[in-house]
């Protein structure tokens, strides 16, 4: 059984409330940080901790802090994205749900390391049950003395407030979250400035996930290094993993970074297996955005190592033959599911989501929707799969923000791995709308690169 850091009190009665996350040790590490420690102490004890944002990017969080600018008499923020519109990953809105104060806590501290007096929690608008039950936990905690002016006695005021989101998945994108705080369309802006120095309002601002944030409570509860203790090398600490798809239990599961990807696949303590006695086929490992693997790259690389859950070794054979943590956003396939299709319908996501503000994302998610389209449903032919590969490829690296790139890679993956699929759709145009292509040899053993 895992180390649990943030879901280790989820299923006890009441966590939701003040008092019984008060209970369980809630709220320690804001007195520890604030009474005990500056706040280059606890930047400092994040850095050690080896924390690497747990939005997608995996960028170190310590780092990050640093970076931020801190001009005399300039205020600064801290916004929490907690957006989450990655198909696929709902771990943070399950955090949100069950254990609101774990992240108000992250803030509090988080806010105090960063010198900031107002921060923000940005929520996605459709999440209006999660927003109502941030609220009130924010109210608890200030009414406990925890929060607004001269927090613990120690002269540190903060406030903190909720900001339901446009609904938008651009909005996920730090930029285009920010613009929409200030009340505008949320279209990313050109980097430099980067936040760190012009963010909110044009002040130096952070923008971290939920799950960094929430992090942040155990690394000064127990020390940077006993966190950097768990997980491998650089992938340090436990993360959180939403499994969904075609598994016996899906659901969110924290793990302590180096578990097998068969383990977490397989085993009874995570998922349980493929549902319904089938056979693995594909996975999207980090959400709908990273490149999905067929079943003889997923338990292991194309060197016949074992694949872990890790930043570095999902990432193993770069795209060719690997892909990336991303979100968490854990979806299995199994043998029954079409590849094409979900392609598809991944590409219709990116296309209705594009903000419009950059030509190759624009016109190019359009286009492979419209591809896609018509391969799925029996209208393709060859040159048509060459035309997708193409115009991923124009998409890629050319847009302000990633969302191109989060439209470009599936697809390019898709066709990479399962360029077969893609031609029978077009070869057997008829039969391919009364049956899915099926496992055929994606869970074939796959030959060692020689060193």
């Known amino acids: 059984m895992g180390r649990k850091l943030l879901l280790e009190h989820i299923n006890e009665p009441g966590i939701q409330t003040f008092d019984v996350y008060r209970q369980k040790g809630g709220y320690r590490a804001v007195e520890k940080a604030l009474k005990n420690m500056s706040p280059d102490d606890v930047v400092e004890e994040v850095k050690k901790s080896g924390l690497r944002g747990r939005g997608g990017a995996g960028f170190p969080t310590g780092m990050k802090w640093s970076f931020l600018a801190k001009p005399e008499g300039v205020s600064r923020y801290l916004v929490c994205n907690g957006d989450e519109s990655e198909p696929g990953t709902f771990k943070d809105r399950y955090l949100m749900t069950h254990i609101p104060h774990a992240l108000i806590e992250g803030m509090i501290v988080s806010s105090y390391a960063l010198g900031t007096n107002t921060s923000y929690i940005y929520v996605r608008g459709e999440m209006m049950p999660q927003i109502r039950i941030l609220e009130r936990a924010i109210a608890e905690t200030k009414a406990a003395g925890l929060l607004g002016k001269n927090i613990l006695g120690t002269g540190y005021d903060l406030e903190i407030y909720v900001q339901p989101g446009g609904g938008a998945y651009i909005c996920g994108e730090e930029t285009a979250l920010l613009e929409s705080l200030e009340g505008k369309r949320g279209n990313p802006r050109i980097k430099p400035p980067f936040p760190a120095v012009a963010g909110l309002w044009g002040c130096p601002t952070v923008v971290n996930n939920v799950e960094s944030i929430a992090s942040v409570v155990p690394i000064i509860n127990d020390g940077g290094e006993e966190y950097a203790k768990i997980g491998i090398e650089r992938s340090t600490g436990t993360k959180l993993i939403s499994a969904g798809g075609n598994v016996k239990n899906p659901g969110v599961y924290e793990i302590e970074l180096g578990v097998p990807v068969e383990e977490f696949i397989y085993s009874d303590e995570y998922c349980g297996g493929i549902a319904n006695g089938k056979r693995l086929k594909a996975l999207v490992a980090g959400g ?164």
């Open 288 to 451: 709908s955005s990273v490149p999905i693997l067929p079943a003889n790259l997923i338990c292991k690389t194309i060197n016949s190592d074992a694949r872990l859950m890790t930043y570095e070794s999902l990432a193993d054979g770069g795209f060719q033959t690997g892909t990336m943590m991303g979100s968490g956003g854990f979806i299995v396939f199994d043998e029954d599911q079409c590849i094409v299709r979900n392609t598809w319908n991944f590409t219709r996501f990116y296309h209705h989501e594009s903000c419009g503000q950059c030509s190759p994302c624009r016109e190019g998610t359009g286009w492979m929707e419209k591809v896609l389209y018509k391969i799925e449903h029996g209208q393709g032919t060859i040159a048509d799969i060459d035309l997708l590969w193409d115009i991923q490829r124009k998409i890629e690296g050319n847009t302000i923000c990633p969302l191109g790139d989060a439209a470009a890679w599936p697809v390019a993956a898709a066709i990479r791995h399962f360029r077969d699929e893609f031609e029978w759709h077009v070869l057997h145009s008829g039969e391919s709308q009364s049956r899915n292509y099926g496992l055929a040899h994606y869970a074939d053993p796959i030959k060692p690169v020689m060193q």
